[in-house]
């Protein structure tokens, strides 16, 4: 039994059958009003006038893009369905003046009048070139009597000019076609003639042929549809209140955790976030602020093979989003793509997906081309195309998203969690992180082996159930439906200024001055998933949504060890005797080689390692050592310096300098040829003739650590080294001070060159 009344022009899908399934007939006939949108089956007695409008009905069929055929041809149509790319514009001319320049005859030409010899030419107006045009519309012209034997001489004068362009649709698949696996999908190319944005909608239409004999459908306008086919039934709202109301977060963090994914353990956590993203809504309002985007944004991120996919292709399953792969996105585009040959602007599968959710997997194989336009449309939630092809659309999308570190393992190569993220191909720029809401780590460590497979399965199809279709109330919700209370809207505020001084720092700025707004988002969705309406058709946002709101973001900042972060790499000035302990800790625990050579030529463990002379074990744990004091931190490129480490760095090249010389007295004649026994011995002070010249000697520490550097350039054979490769290790951890340091070696005596052909070794000389 088919409901026989329904409203286009109230956004309201007609005709679902009692089960609750969509057009769940192939065809049905149907009479409607152009006008408003009246429908009702034909079946009844039949209406000339529209009962709303008071026009004139017409009659109609609805069927599926998948059920087309040439029987159709001649029918008016509706149907359920997307369109999913776009050409360019065109226009053609209906309605002109002809004027024969020779009799001075007039004649007009109405190509939108009711007569069966006028459609045929404008229809073959869609496929012909301009030069063309004046002769296919000179065929219904007159041929009488003119002053030249060859008949009349048409000047045509266009009035009126019909816009379109061509496209390409899809049947739109909902809810439960998807999960009755009734999916099937076929696209068709059409030609559109209402100028509209609208993407989705139910579509006035009718079967044409092309000149090569395909079949085209030219749809004269689009109705638009919200996602949901009509209001819930009073059964399933039940349901809903059953499951949801009156409970805590908590206790929807246990009924989710056997709805979604019920193989997936450990992971309450994320489902909850993955159900909060469901659950937003597309915008709100706040007065003072305006219009506000709703729609959350979560990435999962982590260790492979966590269950991080498994979550997200279950709402696909379910029917309730559309889902992409990064590594397919070149191909089908997550945004958009161009057809160069056919000019035809094919929309992905977020702007398709607009009021509804997408979940993406692997978000860190989309290519460089399509992750710059995914940023784009974070930011403006609607993409323009200026480019072969001209277009636009929403994306009001709530995206679901998973992606994979560079590195394989959280435990092993990143001290901090958070550090993971910005070592990922999608938020290489921190600025990338603003977009998001919520960030869920997955480790692989998280849930044991055994957790993993030993559970006990529960029976959750009510609960199920409950769930799709509170999802279907919260989409529905328009922007006056959703009423954040004035004292829930203060305290996000007041606890806005605590989060934001425990999270917030500019290196990971997941935590920023917008981040107010993710909050109020996650506690519209707390409101929404606890069911929270007087009324069935407002949502309400209390305090005590908050308060659920801001434990659960906290929770989440937490398990990405913000605050850690925070206070070791944010910024604060140094006092001149904290850079000076840490450049004697760095001296002490011989860390200073590596740390001059990370500032001075950034890299990943091996490259350092090889540089070095040295294992990756033994940087590797220096390297630790150095980022457990902010010096450094390891990105993309591997491992570089910290604003902290460079004001580190160059204090220790003034101790350095300062440490070249250090001035003593000379008193006496005897303790002047004292001090120069000890620096210039006997057999050495041919080389050292000099000393008498100089007032300084080399501090105690910069010898040892010369001596030190000299001990590792030696060659394998004997105990000299080469020169150019003594002045580079010194470069390496004196930098521009090398040079001095060098010159004043010679000086003192303890280096001694030798020469062997064009080669030049030292010998050190205590």
């Not at 008071?54 to 997307?82: E, M, P, Q, W």
């Not at 007032?695 to 394998?716: G, M, N």
């Amino acid at each position: 039994m088919l409901s026989s009344r329904s409203s286009i022009g109230d956004v309201k899908m007609p005709l679902i059958s009692e089960d609750g399934s969509l057009f769940s007939k192939p065809m049905v006939n149907l009479t409607f009003c152009e006008k408003c949108g009246y429908l009702a089956l034909s079946s009844e007695e039949q209406l000339a006038i529209c009962p709303n409008c008071k026009a004139l009905t017409k009659g109609g069929v609805f069927t599926r893009i998948r059920d087309l055929s040439g029987n159709l041809i001649g029918k008016r149509l509706l149907l359920k369905a997307r369109i999913t790319g776009e050409g360019e514009r065109k226009s053609i001319p209906i309605e002109l003046m002809a004027k024969c320049d020779i009799c001075n005859i007039e004649a007009k030409v109405n190509l939108r009048a009711e007569d069966p010899t006028v459609k045929p030419v404008l229809e073959n107006l869609f496929f012909t070139k301009k030069r063309n045009v004046d002769d296919i519309i000179a065929s219904l012209l007159p041929r009488g009597f003119c002053k030249a034997k060859e008949g009349h001489r048409w000047m045509m004068t266009p009035r009126v000019f019909l816009d379109f362009r061509f496209v390409k649709v899809q049947d739109f698949i909902g809810f439960e076609e998807t999960q009755e696996r009734e999916s099937e999908s076929r696209s068709i190319t059409g030609i559109l003639l209402d100028q509209t944005d609208v993407k989705t909608g139910l579509l006035d239409a009718e079967v044409i042929l092309a000149p090569d004999n395909t079949i085209i459908l030219l749809i004269h306008r689009v109705y638009p549809l919200e996602f949901s086919e009509e209001e819930l039934s009073s059964e399933a709202l039940e349901k809903i209140e059953k499951t949801f109301k009156g409970k805590s977060l908590s206790e929807i963090e246990v009924i989710l955790d056997r709805v979604i994914a019920q193989p997936i353990r450990g992971r309450s956590k994320a489902k909850l976030a993955a159900a909060l993203t469901a659950c937003s809504v597309r915008w709100f309002r706040i007065s003072e602020y305006g219009v506000i985007p709703g729609c959350i944004r979560c990435c999962f991120f982590g260790d492979h093979r966590t269950g991080k996919g498994e979550i997200l292709r279950w709402f696909w399953r379910k029917g309730g989003a559309g889902h992409a792969v990064g590594e397919t996105a070149a191909r089908t585009g997550l945004v958009y793509s161009i057809d160069p040959d056919l000019k035809i602007l094919s929309w992905g599968v977020l702007p398709l997906n607009d009021g509804r959710m997408v979940v993406i997997e692997g978000l860190h194989s989309l290519p460089s081309e399509e992750m710059s336009r995914f940023r784009e449309l974070l930011v403006q939630q609607r993409v323009e195309v200026h480019r072969v092809v001209k277009g636009a659309a929403w994306c009001r999308t709530r995206i679901l998203a998973d992606m994979n570190p560079n590195e394989p393992s959280f435990t092993s190569n990143y001290p901090y969690t958070c550090l993971a993220l910005l070592d990922s191909k999608p938020f290489y720029n921190p600025i990338d992180l603003t977009r998001w809401d919520l960030f869920i780590p997955f480790k692989a460590e998280d849930v044991p082996i055994d957790e993993m497979y030993n559970f006990e399965f529960k029976d959750a199809s009510e609960e199920t159930e409950a769930f799709i279709n509170l999802i279907k109330w919260v989409w529905l919700r328009k922007t006056e439906q959703i009423v954040v209370r004035k004292e829930a809207l203060e305290k996000a505020k007041r606890f806005f200024k605590e989060i934001a001084d425990n999270y917030m720092f500019n290196q990971i700025p997941i935590v920023h001055n917008a981040s107010l707004w993710s909050i109020v988002r996650i506690a519209i969705a707390v409101a929404a998933l606890e069911y929270n309406t007087p009324d069935g058709e407002r949502l309400i946002v209390e305090e005590k949504h908050v308060d659920e709101a801001l434990d659960f973001y906290r929770d989440c900042l937490n398990d990405l060890e913000l605050s850690e972060v925070k206070a070791i790499y944010e910024e604060k000035p140094l006092r001149e005797e904290e850079v000076e302990k840490m450049v004697e800790k760095l001296e002490e625990e011989d860390l200073l080689q590596l740390f001059h050579e990370i500032i001075n030529h950034p890299g990943d463990l091996s490259e350092l390692a090889g540089r070095l002379e040295t294992s990756e074990s033994t940087v590797k744990r220096k390297a630790g050592e150095l980022k457990r004091l902010g010096l450094i931190v390891r990105g993309r490129k591997g491992y570089k310096a910290t604003k902290r480490g460079i004001i580190v760095f160059k204090f220790s090249l003034r101790k350095v300098k300062n440490e070249l010389f250090e001035p003593f007295e000379l008193t006496s004649g005897e303790a002047r040829k004292k001090s120069e026994e000890e620096i210039n011995p006997p057999e050495n002070r041919g080389q050292r003739a000099q000393i008498a010249q100089t007032s300084a000697k080399l501090s105690p520490s910069l010898i040892e650590r010369c001596r030190s550097i000299y001990e590792s350039s030696k060659l394998e054979s004997g105990d000299l080294s080469e020169e150019s490769i003594f002045l580079s290790k010194l470069k390496d951890v004196f930098s521009t001070e090398a040079e001095a340091v060098y010159s004043s070696l010679q000086r003192k005596g303890y280096i001694v060159k030798y020469s062997k052909g064009e080669a030049v070794y030292l010998r050190w000389v205590d």
